[in-house]
């Protein structure tokens, strides 16, 4: 009985990762206004029915597609501070879980479709943005470590999280989001990294 119980349960989860998936396909491809329930399910392999199950409405659809990439974000974050470990080392290695994330396509994709939305709903950049205040982001906790330990000066800590990301983003991001540009090369991604960490540590490290 246990293990029919845990077949359902992989199978209905199977099923909603599958619905999502389709969704930000299909959103991406026609847009969150135009894309409908059926054509999601279509894209999924599923029945309209099993789609309802697991959302309601396309609004929670689109939301739960939001708190996925808002989760990928903070794990590419994730990095627990290092007393005994340079800044530079500790600093390429959260900045390789970014570049990491910033070349998933389907990250790309949910981007694109986060900001068509914003266009049309306020109401849902208004719930970004307190998703984001609510969350603890991997690299502002790192900073207060450092900061901490007296190994950076930073006085304005959103600043400086900011700046880091900025310079990331700016040659592997909104290329691929505005569509004139793709991912950068290995080679590249190197090179960005590496100036991105020395360029920072230069000025914050103290």
Known sequence: MENKVEEKRTLSDRKREDIINA???EFDRCGCQKTSMDQIAKTANVSKRTVYNHFPSKEVLFDEITAVMWTECLAATEYA???DEPLSV???TIAKQQMDLLKSQSFISVSRLIFAECFHSPEAVEKIIRQMNESDNGLILWLQEAI???RLNITDIDVAYSQFYGMLKSMAFWPQVIGFGQYPTDEQVQEIIDSSVAMYLK???I
């Open 203 to 205: 000025y914050y490290e």
């Open 90 to 92: 500790q600093l390429t």
């Open 81 to 83: 501070y290092r007393k």
């Open 148 to 150: 901490k330990d007296e």
């Open 23 to 25: 969704a930000i396909q």
